[in-house]
């Protein structure tokens, strides 16, 4: 008996500051739903117990997709935010997106097209500021 997990969609995390909780992540298929915390594609976690994380995502079907993740260093299941809604915790985009002043990038900013079985994405995680 053999067993598939077809299309594999591999994250390397650098940008670890502290080994405790996990890493986050959420992948979004759509531009409409991008960043809404209860519309992603897929999820997944990792603990955070290296500088580095592989997030590994099985049956992933090929096409262009967006990447949230965050260091949720306190496992909560949620970002931790100061009374300005900046995050506290590090966090990082597919496609090396960067954050403005005026907020999040855009889906477009964040895309990724996926069209190899094996592929793997980095994404650096950072502070707010």
């Not at 890493?23 to 897929?42: C, G, H, M, P, W």
């Not at 597919?94 to 954050?99: D, F």
């Amino acid at each position: 008996m053999s067993t598939s997990f077809g299309n594999v969609l591999t994250f390397k995390f650098k940008g670890l500051k502290e080994l405790k909780g996990s890493v986050r992540l959420a992948i979004y298929n759509s531009k409409e739903t991008f960043l809404d915390e209860k519309q992603f594609f897929r999820s997944a976690l990792s603990p955070a117990t290296s500088e580095v994380v592989m997030i590994l995502v099985a049956d992933i079907p090929y096409g262009i997709y967006a990447v949230a993740a965050f260091h949720d260093s306190d496992d909560n299941n949620k970002m931790t935010k100061n009374f300005l809604g900046i995050p506290k915790e590090l966090f990082g985009f597919s496609n090396g997106a960067q954050p403005s002043i005026l907020g999040a990038p855009s889906f477009d900013e964040s895309k990724i097209d996926f069209n190899a079985s094996a592929k793997v994405f980095e994404i650096n995680l950072r502070e707010a500021f």
